[in-house]
């Protein structure tokens, strides 16, 4: 919804001036939440001929967001 045709992106530009700070950064942050953002962590196999490697992105840990919150 928010990132939908930029929705979010357009409706700050519209109404930043009506907006508490705390809401644009909750909503920033929700909209980044999983992403390499707030870093990654890397994980190897324990196999050294293993060659694969997962990434693990670092969540947002926001009340407001839906995958951290309520």
Do not use: D
């Not at 644009?24 to 324990?46: D, P, Q, W």
Request: with cysteine.
């Amino acid at each position: 919804l928010f990132n939908s045709q930029n929705n979010w992106l357009k409706f700050l530009h519209n109404n930043k001036a009506n907006l508490r700070a705390v809401v644009i950064e909750n909503v920033t942050k929700m909209l980044s939440c999983g992403t390499a953002a707030f870093g990654s962590r890397e994980y190897h196999c324990c196999n050294p001929n293993c060659t694969h490697i997962k990434y693990i992105h670092q969540t947002c840990k926001s009340r407001t967001c839906s995958r951290c919150g309520m």
